[in-house]
């Protein structure tokens, strides 16, 4: 039961930070604001409203019975009230209305039928509040006679209520606003910082980022700028000394190929130089490898275009692209994206002969798959080709002249850019890459 309470609550409680503190400074105000009003309205107003309206009704009870006593005076009667209690008196032998003119939901009207009915009883009064905008009109019944009086609002209902109500809502109005703004201030850092990592997380060199804010914000932010420097560093570091072994391992091999070619034994010359063209090729792989971790940066990608110029680039029939009208625009690294992609159809087109794909734009996110009808890959092998150095020796090798880095060049393109890769069987049994991209 409280579980599923505190689910529920989770459930309707905002998300973010700025809106949960707004709750936490706003609340307690408007909780105080209303308990002050209900106390203010309980035991001040109604209390005073009742006074107010029991003073009124006994002076209008006084009246009757003064007129029932004394009928010869009359013009002196109104005339003394008209100008010490500002009534306005009327007597008349006009027919008592049937209809009652008051309102139900009024709490003026319901504390002045409350006191006229236990004092002249049930049909012997009628009111109205709404006819005049600074008067009530009453009428009594007294024997054969209607006594008609037309009292100001001051002596039915108290006038301050408005005031009140406008001093305490003004300055509470006025403290959220100012915490509002503050508030504002104080999470902006933290979004800030959220998006800077969110940037670093995709693969961007995050060098324009300053700490702000509190003192708490500013120690996380400054931590997290150290912590991007030192990631930052041992990459660079890792792919200058990838770059810088190949390099220095083709001069050696360049000499061999040199000897091996001055050499008489054919046979054992073109061995040699098959192994030497190998480790080439290995040293390439190197070198690629090492260019995904170069810096480059981030740009709006024209998705469609990339795809268009890269089936260009094959100049391949083989290769069919199926995209929506629609433009799809994404934010990365234009390079390392085409590459990541090159390699998946390049893999293709070695081990099968269709490729075809497919892109689809999603909730905030692109979806592009890229199929073959080659043999395929096992379903138990799926996470070990994207390690590197890792080679199939079956049916399959995604890089059957290197040494394994071809998935993991990918998905380290595609992870850096806050997509995902997964592999399937596709409708040839060939196989199925899908990658999901955020727009």
Do not use: C
Not at 220 to 239: T, V
Not at 259 to 271: E, F, I, P, T
Not at 347 to 360: A, D, K, S
């Amino acid at each position: 039961m409280f579980s599923g309470l505190n689910n529920f609550i989770k459930y309707i409680l905002p998300k973010r930070l700025f809106y949960r503190a707004l709750i936490i400074v706003a609340a307690p105000t408007i909780i105080l604001q209303i308990i002050i009003t209900i106390v203010f309205y309980d035991s001040i107003w109604i209390k005073a409203n009742k006074n107010i309206t029991r003073s009124l009704v006994a002076q209008l009870k006084a009246i009757e019975e003064v007129y029932q006593n004394d009928k010869s005076n009359l013009d002196f009667f109104t005339d003394s009230y008209k100008n010490n209690f500002n009534f306005e008196i009327g007597i008349n032998q006009e027919i008592f209305p049937k209809n009652s003119g008051e309102r139900k939901f009024s709490p003026m009207d319901r504390s002045l039928r409350r006191e006229l009915k236990s004092t002249f009883g049930s049909n012997n009064y009628w009111f109205n509040t709404s006819k005049f905008k600074n008067a009530v009109e009453i009428k009594i019944r007294s024997g054969d006679d209607v006594i008609e009086f037309l009292v100001p609002k001051e002596m039915v209902s108290t006038s301050s209520v408005r005031l009140f109500v406008l001093w305490t809502t003004l300055p509470s109005l006025l403290l959220i606003i100012i915490a509002l703004i503050f508030l504002k201030n104080q999470t902006k850092p933290l979004v800030k910082l959220a998006k800077a990592a969110e940037r670093f997380g995709k693969g961007d060199y995050v060098n324009d980022f300053r700490a702000s804010g509190s003192q708490e914000i500013r120690k996380a932010a400054f931590e997290f700028d150290r912590m991007a420097k030192r990631i930052n560093r041992h990459l660079n570091q890792r792919a200058e000394m990838l770059s810088g072994i190949s390099h220095d391992l083709r001069t050696p091999l360049t000499r061999l190929k040199l000897q091996l070619a001055m050499l008489n034994q054919q046979d054992v010359s073109k061995k040699m130089s098959k192994d030497i063209d190998e480790m080439e090729k290995m040293l390439n792989d190197y070198l690629h490898f090492a260019k995904t971790q170069a810096q480059e940066n981030t740009s709006e990608i024209n998705l469609n275009e990339l795809f268009n110029s890269l089936i260009l680039g094959f100049n391949n029939d083989k290769i069919s692209l199926i995209v929506d009208k629609e433009i799809i625009r994404l934010k990365g690294r234009p390079i390392a994206l085409k590459r990541s992609f090159e390699n998946i159809i390049q893999n293709g087109l070695i081990y099968g002969n269709r490729v075809i794909i497919h892109i689809q734009r999603g909730n905030k996110r692109v979806l592009v798959t890229i199929e073959d009808d080659g043999p395929g890959i096992p379903e138990d092998q799926y996470k070990n080709v994207f390690k590197p150095f890792f080679r199939l020796d079956k049916s399959r090798s995604l890089n059957q002249s290197g040494v394994g880095l071809g998935l993991a060049i990918v998905e380290d393109i595609i992870n850096s850019h806050g997509g995902n890769i997964q592999l399937g069987r596709g409708k040839s049994n060939g196989l199925l890459v899908k990658i999901s991209l955020p727009f």
